[in-house]
């Protein structure tokens, strides 16, 4: 009985890249220091808020939207790290 022949595959190529994706380097080192500067002011106008708030005039005049700015601020430092790298 006749062999069959063995089919060989071509070596793999990978495919060209129509587009190549942009990489970026490593984040500004000022960037850290911004996005952490307004991590801790949110967190700071938390603190005193709770501690000295109706002490201080114009904190005292915001009342509940203390804590909108505060966690408005936590909130955009946290956002600032998906840009980080």
Known sequence: ?????????????P???AAAAKTSGPSHPAYV???LGIGLLGLAWLVVNYLAGEKI??????GGY???IGFGLVVIALL???KWR
Do not use: C, D, H
Request: hydrophobic residues 40%.
């Open 57 to 62: 005039p114009f904190m005292a005049e915001l």
């Open 15 to 17: 495919p060209p890249q």
């Open 80 to 82: 600032m790290t998906m």
């Open 1 to 13: 009985m006749p062999k069959s022949k063995v089919r060989r595959k071509p070596a793999y190529t």
């Open 33 to 35: 220091g911004i996005m």
């Open 66 to 68: 203390n804590f909108l």
